[in-house]
């Protein structure tokens, strides 16, 4: 029986008015961080941003008004669907390492099917809990937990393969995050923690061992991600590895408090930051419109953050909860680490900033990510005697 019914004239449009605003303010971004460039594909990026945002609406609409129950039940398919994407890029890798990451479509335009992944699990991981929950089971059955791992390690390992360190870092994250929701018993999170911890500690320091690893090798057979790590623990400005975050410091603090504003960007101050335009964004932030410029950003994405999670408190059942924090987690990390690798805090993952990173599959799945939380808050408990929709 459905007890539940669709509220159309709830839609949120001051989510909408907000998502819109931070995409078209990261237009304006990568145009101002591509237009010195002496590529003209590069300093076309932003004509492509457009597009991608445009498209995006669409599917933030198609997202929010098609019953989230509805889209769903699909989930079978959604898993298939992204592991077969998934394998498609580790073959092509494996085969041509110039396929790195991406599924071309039509001539160089492609998807990356990772960015896909985050939104698939979101959806999948959310509805089968919630099938599991209908059944009267739990989460916290050792044999259902350990199926769900599975899903969420094999998702981790074929990302990882591309290679593609933070897509499946945020993979993670966020189903960790929807298990947590779905109130993973501390029996499980405990121990887990207890022995995380000091686990990250001795990998970390084994790190530093470089070249005499005891382990770290056996763990990441990628010598340029562990290069990475090393270069965050020890920066040397004369390591090429350590220029781009080098870079992107000094473009920022050249900023300071109000920016050196608009379109006074990197190429007419002579500091280039490599992909600024992409994972390095926040950078051209920092240098065109300073502190507040940072504060204001990070204060919109809050409110986009804050406004997922209480819909996801307001959610009308545990599948449209756990979906709003799934996207909300999403969000959350993705912003965290952004920031932290341009700023020098975190190591170099590669993390897009949502809604101002240049690039098709990241846009879209954040516009997708928004559209369902949309769609949970338009969705109603039905009175007793309401008619059937």
């Given amino acids: 029986m459905n007890l539940t019914r669709r509220?159309?004239?709830?839609?949120?449009?001051?989510?909408l008015l907000?998502?819109?605003?931070?995409?078209?303010?990261g237009i304006v971004l990568i145009r101002s961080a591509t237009m010195g460039h002496h590529l003209e594909p590069i300093r076309q990026l932003y004509s492509l941003q457009i597009m991608w945002f445009?498209?995006?609406l669409i599917l933030l609409f198609l997202a929010a008004f098609l019953d989230y129950h509805f889209i769903c039940k699909?989930?079978?398919?959604?898993?298939?669907?992204?592991?077969?994407?998934?394998?498609?890029?580790?073959?092509?890798?494996m085969a041509d390492p110039d396929a790195f990451r991406w599924l071309m479509i039509i001539g160089d335009r492609g998807i990356q099917p990772s960015e896909f992944t985050k939104i698939f699990m979101i959806i999948c991981l959310s509805k089968f809990i919630f099938v599991i929950e209908e059944k009267g089971k739990s989460i916290n059955n050792i044999g259902i937990l350990a199926f769900i791992l599975a899903n969420i390690g094999i998702s981790f390992y074929l990302i990882m393969a591309q290679p593609s360190l933070s897509a499946s870092v945020v993979v993670v994250i966020v189903s960790l995050c929807i298990l947590f929701a779905a109130k993973l018993s501390y029996k499980y999170i405990i121990p887990v923690a207890a022995i995380l911890v000091p686990a990250s500690i001795l990998f970390l320091q084994d790190i530093l061992r470089r070249p005499d690893f005891l382990f770290v090798d056996r763990l990441i057979r990628n010598d340029y991600q562990i290069n990475r790590i090393y270069t965050w623990l020890r920066p040397d400005v004369t390591d090429e590895l350590y220029f781009q975050t080098m870079r992107s410091i000094q473009t920022i603090s050249s900023g300071e408090l109000t920016g050196q504003g608009l379109f006074a960007g990197q190429f007419t101050n002579r500091i280039h930051v490599?992909?600024?335009?992409?994972?390095?964004?926040?950078?051209a932030l920092g240098e065109q419109f300073g502190f507040i410029g940072g504060v204001v950003l990070l204060a919109i994405m809050?409110?986009?953050i804050a406004k997922c999670i209480l819909t996801a408190h307001r959610s009308v059942d545990l599948l449209g909860n756990l979906i709003c924090v799934g996207v909300a987690s999403m969000f959350a990390f993705q912003v965290f680490v952004n920031v932290g690798v341009a700023t020098g805090y975190l190591v170099n993952t590669g993390m897009p900033f949502p809604f101002i990173s240049y690039g098709g599959s990241s846009l879209w799945v954040s516009m997708i990510g928004i559209g369902m939380v949309i769609n949970v808050a338009m969705t109603r408990h039905k009175a007793l005697f309401e008619g059937k929709d």
């Avoid at 709830?10 to 989510?15: R, V």
């Fill in 7 to 15: 509220d159309l004239k709830s839609f949120d449009w001051l989510m």
């Fill in 18 to 25: 907000l998502v819109s605003a931070v995409c078209i303010f």
């Fill in 54 to 56: 445009v498209t995006g």
């Fill in 74 to 93: 699909f989930y079978i398919v959604f898993y298939i669907v992204n592991y077969a994407l998934l394998i498609m890029v580790v073959g092509l890798n």
């Fill in 274 to 283: 490599p992909f600024a335009y992409n994972d390095f964004i926040f950078s």
């Fill in 302 to 304: 809050l409110a986009i």
